[in-house]
Each structure stands twice: as C-alpha cells, then as structure tokens.
C-alpha cells in the first residue's frame, strides 16, 4: 500500500487512512489540516535531465515531506504513481500549524542537493527546487467529509500555481504566502560531472521543436567565452558595478 519509489503511502491506502483520521477527528474533536504540494515545473527536469533525475527528486521530496509531517502526518501520492504531487493530512492540527509546516516544507526543499545520472558516464547535481502548495483545515466542529477538505485545499494549490509558482496559498484568502527560497531548479546553472557546467536556457529562448534544452560549457570553453566578452566588451574598463 506504499509508492515503490517515493515510500509514501499510494493514493488508495492514503484515502482509507485519511478518512480513518477524519472520523478521529469528530470522535475527539480536534482540527484536521490538509496540505497539497506540487512540484513547480518538474516536468522540465525530466526533459533536461531524464527521468532518473526526476525520480532522484521525487524520492527526495518524499524524504522532506516525511520529516516534517510528523509522526500523525499521513503523507501520500496524490497523482498515483506518474504524478509529482502530494498530499499531507495533519490531525490535530489548526491552520496556523500547517501553515508553519508548509514554510518549513518549502525552505527545506528549496536548500535540497539532489544528485542524479544523466548518462552512464554524466551527472547532475539539481538544487534550486521549489514548490507550491495550498493549504486547508477544518477547525473541531468538523463541517464537511474529506472531499470537501480537498477540494478547497486544490482551489488553493492553483492559485499558488497562477502566481507564478513557489507560493504557499491558504483555502479562502486571496493573499499568497511571500515566496521564499532560490529560483526554480530549471533555470538553475548545474555542475556535471568533471567540472562541466549546464545552463538550461527555457528562459532565455522561445520554446521549440528545435530549440537547445540547455548550454554545456567545459572549464576550457567557459575560460574562452570568458576571454572572448573581455576582449568585445572591453570588461575591464567597465565600472566594478557593472561588471
């Protein structure tokens, strides 16, 4: 009842556990909180890196969601086995408490050091990943089943996800938790294997079929695109805060 490669509880035992905790809930009474995470543009990582980087940092994510969920916290797949989102219930807990979570969820992932293969004799190291999350709760009248919790906690997530990504959003608030953390791990410079470095240029070029994913520079390339601005640039007369 467990994702093989995240370690997180699959969608179906999650669901029964959830709804065994919300009945628990009612019993007691106590609040119950729901956090949704989605990984911003992880799509990307697949495509730059392959999928084993991608899995290096699903299964790193899990790892940090594990963490700070606790010992109640139920934390599962939300998406099945193909999806990079997911799902943390929290029993006894108020929506202040989550949302102190959800920070420390986004400050850990964001200082992650993932590293994975691109090749059978090429690395990566993907750091710079950010999330986005919603948060919701039910206070200790609880008002509504778990559909309805997740419901108003996906509202939240897509709005997180319309501002422009790594942004907590609560269920019922316009304002969006300020961002924290670096820039997303796709327009993050890598360093490969043997000191080469990996610029993803989404950002800088029109998406195309045949648009290059990303700049690979070797120490000596670098060193001679380094001397070539210098020459056409004039670099070392220009002003030090221009520099």
Same mark, same amino acid.
């Given at each position: ?22 009945? /628990? ?36 994510? @899990? ?39 959800? /920070? ?10 993932? /590293? ?38 996906? !509202? @939240? ?12 959003? !609560?269920?019922?608030? /316009?304002?969006?938790?300020? $961002? ?56 070392? $007369? ?6």
């Amino acid at each position: 009842m467990t994702d093989e490669l995240t370690g997180v509880l699959d969608r179906r035992r999650w669901d029964h556990d959830a709804s065994q905790a919300l009945l /628990q809930a009612r019993h007691k009474p106590w609040p119950l909180a729901l956090i949704l995470v989605d990984l911003d543009r992880f799509k990307d990582i697949n495509d730059l890196y392959g999928h084993p980087a991608g899995d290096a940092v699903l299964r790193a994510t @899990a790892t940090a969601l594990r963490h700070h969920s606790g010992e109640r916290g139920i934390v599962g797949r939300y998406g099945g086995h193909t999806g990079d989102e997911f799902l943390i219930l929290l029993p006894d807990t108020n929506l202040d408490g989550a949302l102190a979570i959800a /920070q420390s969820i986004q400050v850990h992932i964001s200082s992650l050091s993932v /590293q994975a293969m691109t090749s059978c004799d090429s690395a990566v190291t993907i750091t710079g990943q950010t999330v986005s999350m919603g948060v919701a709760a039910f206070t200790d009248l609880i008002p509504g089943d778990l559909s309805d919790l997740l419901l108003e906690c996906d !509202v @939240a997530l897509r709005d997180a996800k319309r501002s422009g990504g790594n942004q907590i959003c !609560v269920a019922g608030s /316009q304002a969006a938790v300020p $961002q924290r953390g670096r820039s997303p791990a796709v327009d993050a410079v890598h360093q490969l294997a043997d000191g080469d470095v990996c610029i993803p240029l989404a950002r800088y070029l029109r998406a195309t079929p045949y648009a290059p994913r990303s700049l690979v520079l070797t120490p000596e390339s670098a060193h001679r695109l380094y001397a070539d601005l210098s020459d056409a640039l004039d670099f070392h $007369q220009l002003p030090h805060t221009n520099r």
